[in-house]
């Protein structure tokens, strides 16, 4: 089946800098991209919409000049944290989709630590 | 190794039929467990999830799901299905794996109801 890969699965870094997690579709081509966030002892928060070639839709209360969401390509979808704090931990997925009817497919996610 | 299991990829019922999609999962430690759905041309959206206490777990839309931790499943079922159940619906795990998040995504079944 299709293979949605996000990169790093882990990552910890200094309070203050950018971090940037990667979605790509493996043997498919992403018109959508989906990024997500979950707080421990939550459920999945939807944080943005991302179509190949246009700007990403935000959800309500998401930053969107905090989190950068770049989808320059069938294939590749980007999601920067810039100049991250420590309550930016938190566990990050992508998903993606070939068309609004297709099924989705998730990455494996990242954890994201802000020290 | 840490799955989730969804073994029915396609189900078709009519409506009033009952509904059961099987969700079984391998993890060592304490999970905490979801079912989310997804309509055509909608994100995703939180059923119902299970964290602890009451295994038979109520969720929105008549929903609900039973933890059976012997067997490892959390099984989602309604009793009478409607046209407009008609999505794709996934089961996912996040386990309490120490500092490290982790979340878990079956490969999701398509519910078709025919009216």
């Known amino acids: 089946g299709a293979v949605v890969s996000q990169h790093p699965s882990w990552v910890i870094c200094k309070s203050g800098t950018s971090v940037k997690i990667e979605c790509r579709s493996l043997?498919?081509?992403?018109?959508?991209m989906f990024w997500y966030r979950q707080f421990p002892k939550q459920s999945l928060m939807l944080m943005a919409t991302s179509n190949e070639g246009s700007k990403a839709t935000y959800e309500q209360g998401v930053e969107k000049d905090k989190f950068l969401i770049n989808h320059a390509s069938l294939t590749l979808s980007t999601l920067t944290v810039t100049s991250a704090h420590p309550e930016d931990s938190s566990f990050y997925i992508c998903?993606?989709?070939?068309?609004?009817?297709?099924?989705?497919?998730f990455g494996s996610g990242t954890q994201l630590s802000v020290l | 190794a840490q799955s989730v299991s969804q073994h029915n990829h396609h189900v078709i019922l009519s409506e009033a039929a009952s509904l059961e999609l099987g969700c079984n999962y391998s993890?060592?430690?304490?999970?905490?467990l979801f079912w989310y759905v997804q309509y055509p041309g909608q994100h995703l959206q939180l059923l119902l999830k299970?964290?602890?206490?009451?295994?038979l777990v109520k969720g929105i839309k008549g929903f609900e799901a039973e933890f059976i931790k012997s067997k490892f499943s959390f099984n989602l079922r309604k009793p009478s299905v409607q046209w407009s159940d008609t999505a794709e619906y996934f089961c996912?795990?996040?386990?309490?794996?120490?500092?490290?998040?982790?979340?878990?995504f079956g490969k999701g079944t398509k519910l078709s109801v025919k009216p």
């Open positions: 993890y060592g430690g304490t999970v905490n």
């Open positions: 996912a795990l996040h386990g309490d794996g120490g500092s490290q998040g982790n979340l878990i």
């Open positions: 299970y964290f602890s206490g009451d295994p």
């Open positions: 998903s993606a989709r070939v068309g609004v009817k297709e099924k989705l497919f």
């Open positions: 043997d498919f081509q992403a018109t959508t």
